[in-house]
């Protein structure tokens, strides 16, 4: 497994003793040499990533820091602490309320005081030749396309 994406766990502790007894001239152990090789190689890893114009703060806290995300559990646990288990909803839980559906506009049936005005097109009517082709027939519509313009009056005034 490349080194970089080793999980490291560096004691500060240890690696100050490590470094009393290289002073005092014992030799060193290979877990002594394995900490102080994993030591140097997340130095240098860490002093390259400062030097990458892309690094930011946040990604270095990222790579020094355990991650926050952790859950309750998988830190009470090692310490002893057991956690009760998770229940189907708090007790406190109010119920959610269904969200209104809609789209937040009013149709023209909301607008019942509205004054209503008809406009026929300027140069077409039923049963005049299609002005795209000129080979089908231009039909009266169903219902016509409604527009709907609110004027700011005092109160309000709308016209359909």
């Known amino acids: 497994m490349n080194p970089r994406h080793q999980v490291m766990e ?22 002594d040499c394995q900490r102080l090789e994993w ?8 002093i390259e990533q400062i030097g990458d114009q ?10 020094l820091a355990k991650p926050s995300t952790e859950k309750t559990s998988q830190v009470l646990e090692p310490a002893g602490i057991q956690t009760p288990p998770p229940s189907s909803s708090p007790p406190n839980a109010k119920k959610k309320k269904k969200p209104r559906s809609g789209h937040g506009r009013n149709g ?12 026929a ?33 005092a109160p309000l005034a709308a016209t359909v």
Not at 10 to 31: I, S, T, Y
Not at 55 to 61: F, K, M, N, Y
Not at 132 to 144: I, L, M, R
């Open 10 to 31: 560096v004691n500060f502790e240890e690696l100050a003793e490590l470094v009393g007894r290289a002073r005092q001239g014992q030799p060193l152990g290979e877990a």
């Open 39 to 46: 030591a140097i190689q997340a130095l240098r890893y860490l």
């Open 54 to 63: 892309d690094a930011t703060i946040s990604r270095l806290r990222a790579l």
């Open 108 to 119: 023209a049936a909301t607008y019942q005081g509205a004054g209503r005005i008809k406009i």
């Open 121 to 153: 097109h300027s140069s077409l009517k039923a049963g005049d030749r299609c002005p795209e082709c000129s080979k089908g027939k231009v039909y009266e519509q169903k219902e016509p396309a409604l527009r709907i313009r609110v004027v700011g009056q």
